[in-house]
């Protein structure tokens, strides 16, 4: 089997909601570059990656105009290699960013073809764990939101079946963060697990004094509390409260988190198959949590559909993220959520193609 042909699409697709706000963004849209690779037997297939600010044009020139060239002849079932290879060609403008970003979509178009191949969705094809996956759910969390349509929202979640929620933090002031937590973790029955996410903005020092106020409200988890580049203070807030924190959606390589387990400055592991290179990295980083006894809990927006079948392939992912619901049905067969759970697709392949429709309606090119 041969690569004989590379297609890519930057697409510009609405959230079909009102704009939703954390600490860092506004944004009523995500940007998709998608990745087509078709073969000489027959077989296509569809990788992707995103984000949630402009910026997506620039990994679309690095598949054009590096990745698209070094695939064709080469067998897509040798992906590992071909991953490898595509990596070293990159030593003058970078090995991270946006060409780790092409990357990933590259790695999982290969994979897709191999599944395919082979007839198995990638759950099973890993090997299963489990059944279905549990999921949680922040859509009812945005920061824009006030604090009584705040725990309406958090009520309605809760009687949709989610026994987990999370909200946004990251306010001018930290203690309208603090009064915000408190109202909704009194208004959700004890049992609801509530955690919180900064997406980054807190410095040392405040991350020290309000994750002790939280611990007093028996939040879950503080996620994102400081850059993740600032490892060395991610490693002094973990000794000095016991509140557990939560990194890893700006995390991109499996080095970055070798360090911050190896340094006690992470307890719930995040991991993102599209921030890193794609599924092969992502196995890596979670079996090293599991040799730590961490647990991976998948940072997802709109990637459910990869990071639902490797939490059933996983035997330390408890749960996975349920967030952009306006988004599921941009996919072809997406996953659900039914009383609480994700559930698994039985499909060939790895599931992350989007729609012809929506391929067409909002391309840019």
């Known amino acids: ?36 690779i078709d073969t000489d037997e027959g077989l296509s297939g569809w990788g992707f990656n995103w984000n949630y600010t402009k910026g997506m044009r620039a990994v679309k020139a690095i598949l054009d105009d590096n990745y698209a060239q070094k695939l064709i002849g080469r067998n897509p079932i040798d992906r590992k290699q071909i991953v490898n290879d595509l990596h070293f060609t990159n030593h003058f403008i970078g090995q991270v960013g946006v060409t780790r970003v092409a990357l990933c979509a ?3 178009a290969l994979w897709d073809i191999q599944l395919k191949e082979v007839g198995m969705p990638l759950w099973k094809y890993l090997g299963p764990c489990k059944n279905k996956v549990k999921a949680y759910n922040t859509d009812g969390g945005w920061l824009e939101t ?8 958090m009520l309605k979640l809760v009687d949709r079946g989610f026994d987990a929620v999370k909200m946004k933090l990251g306010l001018p002031d930290p203690q309208e963060d603090y009064e915000r937590v408190k109202a909704v973790r009194e208004a959700l029955p004890d049992n609801i697990k509530l955690m919180v996410d900064v997406n980054t903005v807190w410095d040392l020092k405040t991350s020290v004094v309000w994750g002790r106020k939280l611990e007093e409200l028996g939040i879950y988890w503080l996620e994102e509390p400081m ?25 991109y390589t499996k080095y970055d988190f070798r360090d911050y387990i190896e340094n006690n400055a992470v307890d719930i592991v995040q991991a993102d198959a599209t921030k890193l290179s794609g599924i092969d990295e992502w196995i ?6 599991r040799c730590y006894n961490l647990e991976v809990i998948p940072h997802t927006n709109v990637q459910q559909k990869l990071h639902v079948q490797l939490a059933a392939a996983s035997s330390n992912v408890p749960m996975v993220e349920y967030c952009y619901e306006s988004l599921v049905d941009i996919w072809e067969d997406p996953v659900r959520v039914v009383d ?7 499909e060939p392949g790895l599931g992350c193609k989007l729609k012809d429709e929506i391929l067409q309606k909002y391309r840019i090119e």
Request: hydrophobic content about 40%; charged content about 30%.
């Open 106 to 108: 590259v790695e999982l």
């Open 1 to 36: 089997m041969k690569i004989k042909n590379v297609e890519t699409y930057l697409l510009d697709v609405p959230l079909g909601q009102k704009a939703i706000t954390d600490s860092q963004t506004k944004l009523d849209s995500v940007e998709f570059v998608a990745i087509r």
């Open 146 to 153: 006030s604090e009584d349509e705040l725990i309406e929202d």
């Open 284 to 289: 890596d980083v979670a079996a090293l949590a």
């Open 227 to 251: 850059p993740p580049f600032d490892k060395k203070s991610h490693i002094e807030l973990s000794r000095k409260i016991d509140l557990p924190i939560a990194v890893g959606e700006t995390i």
């Open 340 to 346: 609480g759970y994700y559930t698994l697709p039985e």
